[in-house]
C-alpha cells in the first residue's frame, strides 16, 4: 500500500467524524454540498472501470473543480460527503460479501480529491469546446446513475444543482447560451435508459418507499409524486422532482439508507437467485458430466472391446499362422527323419547301396531313450556328427600347436567343408519339395490353454509358446525372440523344438525348479522320454498341471496318480513314498534309490544345471587288481569331497572362519559339486554333449591338459585342486561309450606329449566296460551300503544346510540354494540376468528332502536268512509226459503276483500242456507222515523196520511243478481237446522254441509257423483260436514277446522267411492284437516294419525296456532296431561266425548270440563284441538270469552249463540229462532251472549261483582245472512202472518223481542274485 493511500484513509477518517457531528446544518450547505457530491462522483466515475470518462483529458476533468479560494470551503464539505458515501458503500459491501469490491471503488474515487493538488485552469476562448466538456462532464454523471443506485440518485440532484454553482467555479464563454439550450435534449439523451429503471423501482418498492421518503414535516412525498411517477415519461420531469429540495433533504436523511436496504435485499436476491442458478448450474454440469462420463466409459469398453476381439483376432491369427508353419517345419523334420532312415537303411552294410570300398566314419549320438532305472545307454545314428575339425583348428592354433597338427587340422576342416556342402545340396532338394506340400493343422479340438513358456533341453533355455488342447499339447519356438536368435544353430539341431505330445503319452509330471525357483514341470512320456517347461510363474505351472492327465508321478514310487502328487514339494514326494523302505529291505538297488533321490529332487537329465549326482565310490585308480571287500578301496561317504583331504580341508574351514563381509554368507566352497560345465567335462566324448561343450567355449575344445583323459587325474584333482570338488554322474556307472572316442574327436596333445584320445582307465579295467561294471559293483556292495545314508545326508538331507553342514565342512556358496533369492521380484533386467549367470555357474543344490539322519540300508544276511543254505543234490525231480513227443518249448511265469502260476510246455506233436507251479515246496523231511491202517504197519518190502512209505500228497506238496489236471482226465474225456493247437502248421518248417509264446499270465499262447503266413493267438484254457494275425508274406518263422506293463500289455514281435520282422501291439485286457487301423481286410496293422535282411529270419528277441529288437537271419547279420523301425546298427561277430542261430537279451544291455550253434557272443547294447567263446558243442537254447549275471546253456548233449555273463566265463555244468535240451526256463527266484528235454520230460534242477562264484574263485586262487560234475547215466534213473500206476489211462499218462532215485530236497531261499 502506497503513502498517499495510508494518508487517505486517515483524512476519511476525521472527515466521516467531523460528518456525524453536523448532521443537521442549514440547507444553504446543501447546494454547496451538492456541488462537491458532484464534484467527487465526476472524479469517481472518471476513475472506475466501467465509466467513459477515464477517456477524457486531464483539462476536462479540472473544468469542475472549484478556484482556489473556495477549496477550503468547499473541500472539507465535499470531502465528508465523499467519506460519508465511502463508508456506506462499505457497509452494503460488507453485508452482501463484496466489501473487497466496494472499498476498491472508494478508493479510487477518493484519492484524487485528497492526494492530488487542487488546480486552477483558465477556460479557453473556444466555446464549443468549452461546451462540448461541460456536457460530457454531465454525461457522465448521467451515466454513472445508470450504473449504481445511490450514485445515480445523488448524480441526478447535483446536476439540478450544477448551473447554480457554476458561476462561481467557471468563467462561462459566450457559447453557454447555446449550451443550456440543449441541455434537456442531452438529458434525456443521457437519462433514457436510466429513467424507466427508476420509475420502475419507485412503483415496485412504493409501499416500503412510501414509509421511508417522508418530507420535512412528515408528509409522504412519494404518494403525491407517484402518479407523475407512472404517468410521465419524459426524463425531465422526474429529474426535476427528484431534485426538489424536500425530495432533496428526503433523500439526503432517508434515501441512503432506503437505498441501502434496497440494495442489499436486491443483492441478497440477486445472490440468492445466482447460488440458485449456479446450483442449478452445478447440478445441470454434474448430470452432464456423468453423462459424459458414461458416454466415455461405454465408448471405451466398445473401443476396448473392439481392442480386444482385434487382438485376439489377430492372436487366432498368428497362432494359426504359427502352427500351421510349425506343422510344416514337424512334417519336414519327420519327412527328413524318414530319409535319413531310408538312406540308413539302404546305405548300411546289409543294404543294397552299401559301399564295396573302406566303409566310411560314421558318427553316433545318445538318444534320450530311458530304461526303467532312468539310464540313457542306447547310442543312435548321428546323422549331422562330425569330428569338429574347426573346433580342433581354432584350439591347436590358439594352444599353440605345432605345424603338423594343425595342417592336419585344416586338411579335415576342409574335407568336412566338402561333405557338408554336398549336405546342404541334398536338403535343398528336400526344403523345395517341402514347400510345394500342403500342411493340414492337425489340431484335436480347441485350445483350452496358450502360454508363454521355455524349453529346456540340455540347460538351454527355448522361448515359444505352450499350446494346449483337449487331447495334445504342442509346443511352438519364437522365433523372433532375441534370445533365441543368440542359440547357436549347431545346437539347435539335436533339439525338436516343434513339439508334439498326446495326453495318453503322458506317464508321470513333476513339479520341477529352473533357476532355484519352482516354476518348471518336467513330463514322463511313454516313449521312455521326458521334456521339461519353464513358465513365468507358480499359478500358470498349476494351470497346466490342472489341464494334463491326473498321473500323478506315475506309479513307479508307491504314490497315487492325482494332480495333488505333481504339485507336491520334494520333501513331501520323499515321505509318502514306499522306496526308502524298499531300499532298506534290498528290494531295490543303491543305483535305483540313488536315482529316485535325484529325480523327486528336481534332477533332470534336461537341465545339465541339475544334472543328477552320484557318488564317487572307489578311490584305488593305481593298482593293477582291485578287491571290492577291502575298505580301503573305497572313498569314506560320510565326508564331502572337499574334506577328504584333511590339508584342503583345514584350507577350507579357515576361508568360512575368516569370511568377512556385508552381503554374502560365509561359505566353504566357491564352486560346486554339480555345474554344467562338469557335467559336459564328463560327456565331451558323447554327442550332442561335444556340440554343447564347444558352444560354451566359443566353438573349440579346451586345452588337453583341462581336458577329462584320466580317471585317475581326475580323482587327484578333486582331492588336490581347490576349484575341483565334483562328484559323479550316473553315466560313470552305466555308459561305457562315455570313455571311448567313438567320434574320433581331435583334442590335442598335452604338455607331456602325449595324445588325448580314449579315457585312460585304472590298470585294473582293462576296457570301459570292465570298468563300467566293476563300478557298479562297487556301487552295490557291503560296504558301499552301509555308508551310503551319510553320503546321502550331505546331499540331500540334514546336513545339506544349517549348522549340522558347518560341522560337516559342507557349505557352498548362498547362490546355490533353493530360497536365497527371489528372481521374480527383481525388476532390474541387467540384475536379473546377472543372477541368472551366477546362478547357472555356481551350480545349484539340490531340494533338501530330510531335516533328520537317513535310516541305514538292512543287512542282507537279516532280509535273506537263508541265502546260504546249501544245497545238497543237482536234481530237482522230472516231470514225464507219456508220449514221449520231445518238448520244445517251456515258459516258467510263476512271478509272486500271479494267482495261480504254471508252467506252460509244448511238444512236437502240437500238443500243450499247462502245469501247477508250486512257489513253496515242502521238503518230505519237515512234514508229518500220515497214520497208515493198521493191516498196513508193514513197510511194502515185509521188512519191519523200513519206514512208512510217502503218500501221492506228501509226494507233490514236496515237488515245485505238477502235472495239467486236464491230461490227468481218461482218454475218452474230451478235455483232452483242450490242449492242442491244430494241424494248420507248415510242414516244411520244423517247429522249435522260437515258434511258441506265452503270456504273462499264461492264458494266451502265441504259435507261428502256419502254412497261410499268419501267427496265431489261442487260448491255454480252452485251446480255442482267439485271433489270425496276417501280415508277413511268408512263412512266419519265429515269435517273441516283450516285458508287460500293469495292464498287460505288451509288444509281440514276429519274423518271416520274407525276411522282415513286425512289432504288433498286444492288450491284456481285451487280448487281442490292436492298431489303431486296420487293414482293406479288417485285420491289424504292424505298429513298424524291421527291414535289413536278406535271408529268412531265424530268431527275433525284444526288449520294450531298452527299447530295441534284435534278429537273426539264416546265414546272415543280426541287426539292431529300434521299436519304431530304424536301424540302428548290425553286430560284427568273430571271424568264421557266419549262422547266428539264438538271441537273447536281458535288461541291462546284454546281447548274447550263439553262432554256428557252438559259438556264444556277447555284445553290448551298442553293438561292441565283449566276449566270445567257443563250446565245441551244439547248442540249442540259453536263457539268463534276471540280474543278468550269469547264463545258462544246453544242446544236443543234454548238459546244461552255467557261464558268467560279463566275460562268459564257464562256472559249472549238471550232470548229463537223458536226451536233447531243446528249452530253458528259469523261475522267478532263481531257485530252479527248468529243462525241456527231447524224451519228453522236464526236468527241474536246483540252482545255487552262490555257490558256484565261490567255489570258481577258489579253483582260480589255486589254478585247478574247471571241475565238471560227472553224468547222471540213464540207467541210474529209476524204472518207471505204468502197470503199478494208480492213476486212470490217460493219452499222456506222467510220472512225477524225482530223478537219479533220490528223494527231492529243499534248495533253500537262494533267491537273492548274488
Not at 444 to 470: D, E, F, H, M
Not at 836 to 841: D, F, G, L
Not at 901 to 916: E, G
Not at 930 to 949: F, I, M, R, Y
Request: aromatic share 8%; hydrophobic share 35%.
Amino acid at each position: 500500500m502506497s503513502a498517499a493511500e495510508d494518508s487517505s484513509k486517515a483524512e476519511d477518517t476525521s472527515l466521516t467524524e467531523d460528518t456525524n457531528q453536523t448532521d443537521e446544518e442549514s440547507p444553504s450547505r446543501n447546494l454547496n454540498d451538492s456541488a462537491g457530491s458532484s464534484t467527487l462522483v465526476e472524479k469517481t466515475d472518471a476513475t472506475s472501470p466501467e465509466g467513459n470518462a477515464a477517456e477524457l483529458p486531464a483539462a476536462d476533468v479540472s473544468m469542475t473543480e472549484p478556484p482556489p479560494e473556495e477549496a477550503s470551503n468547499q473541500g472539507g464539505e465535499t470531502v465528508k460527503q465523499s467519506d460519508e458515501g465511502s463508508r456506506t458503500q462499505k457497509e452494503v459491501a460488507g453485508e452482501t460479501g463484496d466489501e473487497e469490491d466496494g472499498a476498491t471503488n472508494l478508493k479510487e474515487a477518493d484519492s484524487p480529491s485528497q492526494s492530488e493538488p487542487h488546480q486552477h485552469t483558465e477556460p479557453s476562448g473556444d466555446d464549443d469546446e468549452a461546451d462540448e466538456k461541460e456536457a460530457a462532464n454531465k454525461q457522465v454523471s448521467a451515466i454513472s446513475v445508470e450504473e449504481s443506485g445511490v450514485s445515480s440518485l445523488s448524480h441526478s440532484s447535483t446536476l439540478q444543482t450544477t448551473p447554480q454553482s457554476m458561476p462561481r467555479t467557471l468563467k462561462i464563454n459566450t457559447d453557454y447560451q447555446e449550451l443550456q439550450a440543449n441541455l434537456s435534449e442531452r438529458l434525456e439523451r443521457a437519462l433514457g435508459t436510466s429513467a424507466p429503471l427508476l420509475r420502475e423501482i419507485f412503483i415496485d418498492f412504493s409501499p416500503y418507499l412510501t414509509k421511508t421518503l417522508l418530507g420535512t414535516k412528515g408528509q409522504e412525498l412519494l404518494s403525491s409524486g407517484l402518479t407523475a411517477i407512472k404517468m410521465g415519461t419524459s426524463a425531465i420531469s422526474l429529474v426535476m422532482l427528484l431534485c426538489s429540495q424536500e425530495w432533496q433533504i428526503s433523500l439526503q436523511k432517508h434515501a441512503g439508507l432506503a437505498f441501502i436496504e434496497l440494495v442489499n435485499e436486491g443483492r441478497l436476491l440477486s445472490h440468492s437467485t445466482r447460488d440458485h442458478m449456479v446450483k442449478v448450474a452445478n447440478e445441470a454440469e454434474h448430470i452432464l458430466n456423468k453423462l459424459r462420463a458414461e458416454d466415455a466409459q461405454r465408448h471405451e469398453a466398445f473401443h476396448i472391446i473392439c481392442a480386444e476381439a482385434d487382438l485376439n483376432t489377430r492372436e487366432e491369427e498368428l497362432t494359426c499362422d504359427r502352427l500351421i508353419t510349425s506343422a510344416r517345419r514337424r512334417e519336414l523334420s519327420v519327412a527328413s527323419k524318414l530319409v535319413d532312415k531310408v538312406l540308413n537303411i539302404v546305405k548300411s552294410e546289409q543294404g543294397p547301396w552299401a559301399s564295396d570300398s573302406a566303409p566310411s566314419s560314421k558318427f553316433w549320438k545318445l538318444d534320450t531313450w530311458e530304461d526303467d532305472a532312468r539310464r540313457r545307454r542306447r547310442m543312435v545314428p548321428n546323422p549331422i556328427g562330425s569330428t569338429h575339425p574347426e573346433a580342433a583348428l581354432r584350439a591347436a592354433i590358439e594352444h599353440g600347436e605345432n605345424e603338423d597338427a594343425i595342417s592336419q587340422a585344416r586338411e579335415e576342416f576342409h574335407e568336412m567343408l566338402k561333405l557338408r556342402r554336398q549336405k546342404s545340396e541334398s536338403d535343398v532338394l528336400i526344403d523345395d519339395e517341402m514347400d510345394g506340400m500342403d500342411s493340414e493343422l492337425e489340431m484335436t479340438g480347441p485350445v483350452s490353454l496358450s502360454t508363454p513358456c521355455s524349453l529346456i533341453v540340455y540347460g538351454l533355455a527355448i522361448a515359444g509358446t505352450l499350446s494346449i488342447t483337449k487331447y495334445e499339447v504342442f509346443f511352438e519356438w519364437d522365433e523372433e525372440n532375441s534370445d533365441n536368435k543368440k542359440l547357436d544353430p549347431k545346437v539347435l539341431k539335436y533339439i525338436d523344438i516343434h513339439g508334439r505330445w498326446h495326453m495318453q503319452e503322458m506317464r508321470a509330471v513333476f513339479t520341477r525348479r529352473h533357476l532355484l525357483e519352482k516354476r518348471a514341470i518336467e513330463i514322463f512320456l511313454i516313449n521312455r522320454t521326458s521334456v521339461l517347461f519353464s513358465f513365468a510363474d507358480l499359478d500358470t505351472v498349476r494351470k497346466v498341471i490342472g489341464l494334463l492327465p491326473a498321473v500323478g508321478i506315475g506309479v513307479k514310487y508307491g504314490l497315487r496318480a492325482s494332480r495333488k502328487i505333481s504339485l507336491a514339494s520334494p520333501r513331501q514326494l520323499f515321505r509318502q513314498s514306499n522306496m526308502t523302505q524298499r531300499w532298506q529291505k534290498r528290494e531295490i538297488s543303491n543305483f535305483d534309490y540313488l536315482m529316485f533321490l535325484n529325480t523327486i529332487s528336481g534332477r533332470s537329465y534336461n537341465d545339465l544345471n541339475q544334472y543328477p549326482i552320484f557318488p564317487w565310490v572307489l578311490s584305488n585308480f593305481t593298482s593293477d587288481t582291485i578287491d571290492l571287500s577291502e575298505p580301503s578301496n573305497y572313498r569314506d561317504l560320510s565326508k564331502p569331497m572337499g574334506a577328504l583331504n584333511p590339508e584342503r580341508r583345514k584350507f577350507f574351514e579357515e576361508r568360512y572362519e575368516a569370511w568377512d563381509h556385508e552381503h554374502i554368507p560365509a561359505f566353504h566352497y566357491g564352486t560346486h559339486y554339480s555345474t554344467a560345465a562338469f557335467a559336459l567335462n564328463w560327456l565331451i566324448r558323447v554327442e550332442p554333449f561335444s556340440t554343447l561343450f564347444l558352444n560354451l567355449q566359443e566353438g573349440k575344445f579346451d586345452h588337453a591338459n583341462r581336458t577329462f583323459s584320466s580317471m585317475e587325474r581326475a580323482w587327484l584333482n578333486c582331492q588336490t585342486d581347490t576349484s575341483d570338488v565334483k562328484e559323479m554322474i550316473p553315466e560313470v556307472y552305466f555308459l561305457p561309450e562315455m570313455f571311448w572316442n567313438d567320434n574320433q574327436f581331435k583334442f590335442g596333445s598335452k604338455e607331456d606329449g602325449s595324445v588325448v584320445d580314449h579315457v585312460v582307465l585304472p590298470p585294473w579295467a582293462a576296457t570301459p566296460e570292465e570298468f563300467v561294471r566293476i563300478s557298479r559293483e562297487a556301487l552295490e556292495s557291503e560296504i558301499v551300503s552301509g555308508q551310503l545314508h551319510e553320503w546321502i545326508d550331505l546331499i540331500f538331507g540334514y546336513k545339506q544346510q544349517g549348522p549340522e553342514a558347518v560341522k560337516a565342512t559342507n557349505v557352498f556358496y548362498y547362490l546355490t540354494y533353493e530360497g536365497n533369492v527371489e528372481l521374480s521380484n527383481i525388476k532390474d533386467p541387467i540384475m536379473k540376468e546377472a543372477l541368472q549367470a551366477q546362478i547357472r555357474s555356481f551350480g545349484q543344490t539340490p531340494s533338501q528332502l530330510l531335516a533328520e539322519p537317513h535310516p541305514m540300508r538292512g543287512s542282507q544276511m537279516g532280509v535273506t536268512p537263508k541265502m546260504f543254505n546249501p544245497v545238497t543234490s543237482d536234481a530237482c525231480m522230472s516231470l514225464k509226459f507219456w508220449s514221449n513227443s520231445p518238448v520244445i518249448h517251456i515258459s516258467a511265469n510263476v512271478f509272486p503276483q500271479q494267482p495261480s502260476p504254471s508252467v506252460v510246455t509244448v511238444l512236437m506233436n502240437k500238443h500243450f500242456a499247462v502245469n501247477p507251479w508250486n512257489s513253496n515246496p515242502t521238503p518230505l523231511s519237515s512234514q508229518t507222515p500220515p497214520k497208515p491202517p493198521t493191516d498196513q504197519l508193514q513197510s511194502p518190502a515185509g521188512n519191519p523196520g523200513a519206514p512208512a512209505p510217502t503218500t501221492s500228497e506228501q509226494l507233490m506238496a514236496s515237488l515245485p511243478l505238477a502235472l495239467d489236471p486236464v491230461l490227468n482226465q481218461p482218454i475218452s474225456s474230451q478235455l483232452h481237446t483242450r490242449r492242442t493247437l491244430g494241424d494248420n502248421f507248415d510242414e516244411r518248417i520244423k517247429l522249435s522254441r522260437s515258434n511258441f509264446a506265452t503270456s504273462i499270465d499264461n492264458k494266451i499262447i502265441f504259435a507261428c509257423g502256419f502254412w497261410d503266413n499268419s501267427f496265431r493267438v489261442f487260448q491255454s484254457d480252452s485251446g480255442q483260436s482267439l485271433q489270425v494275425v496276417y501280415g508277413h508274406f511268408g512263412v512266419v518263422t519265429c515269435i517273441c514277446r516283450s516285458e508287460v506293463n500293469m495292464m498287460h500289455d505288451c509288444f509281440i514281435v514276429t519274423g518271416s522267411k520274407d525276411c522282415t520282422c513286425m512289432i504288433w501291439q498286444w492288450l491284456g485286457q481285451k487280448q487281442r492284437i490292436y492298431s489303431e487301423q486296420l487293414s482293406s481286410t479288417n485285420n491289424p496293422v504292424a505298429q513298424a516294419t524291421l527291414t535289413g535282411h536278406t535271408t529268412p529270419i531265424v530268431s527275433v528277441v525284444i526288449s520294450a525296456e531298452l527299447g530295441i529288437v534284435v534278429s537273426a537271419s539264416k546265414e546272415g547279420p543280426c541287426l539292431i532296431h529300434t521299436m519304431n523301425g530304424d536301424l540302428l546298427r548290425g553286430l560284427a561277430p568273430p571271424s568264421l561266425c557266419t549262422d547266428p542261430q539264438h538271441l537273447l537279451v536281458n535288461r541291462e544291455g546284454y546281447i548274447v548270440t550263439i553262432y554256428n550253434s557252438t559259438v556264444i557272443c556277447l555284445f553290448s547294447i551298442n553293438g561292441r563284441l565283449l566276449h566270445h567263446v567257443d563250446t565245441k558243442t551244439s547248442l540249442k537254447c540259453m536263457c539268463m538270469s534276471r540280474d543278468s549275471r550269469h547264463v545258462m546253456t544246453s544242446g544236443d548233449n543234454g548238459i546244461v552249463s552255467i557261464w558268467r555273463t560279463h566275460d562268459l566265463t564257464h562256472l559249472y555244468s549238471y550232470p548229463r540229462l537223458e536226451g536233447a535240451v531243446h528249452d530253458l526256463a528259469l523261475s522267478f527266484d532263481h531257485r530252479y532251472v527248468l529243462a525241456a528235454v527231447s524224451t519228453g520230460c522236464v526236468v527241474v534242477l536246483n540252482v545255487d549261483f552262490t555257490k558256484w562264484h565261490h567255489d570258481y574263485q577258489r579253483r582260480t586262487e589255486a589254478k585247478l582245472p574247471s571241475a565238471v560234475a560227472p553224468p547222471i547215466p540213464a540207467a541210474a534213473a529209476p524204472p518207471i512202472s505204468t502197470a503199478a500206476s494208480t492213476a486212470p489211462e490217460t493219452e499222456e499218462s506222467t510220472a512225477s518223481v524225482p530223478i537219479s532215485g533220490s528223494a527231492p530236497v529243499d534248495g533253500g531261499e537262494n533267491s537273492q542274485p548274488q
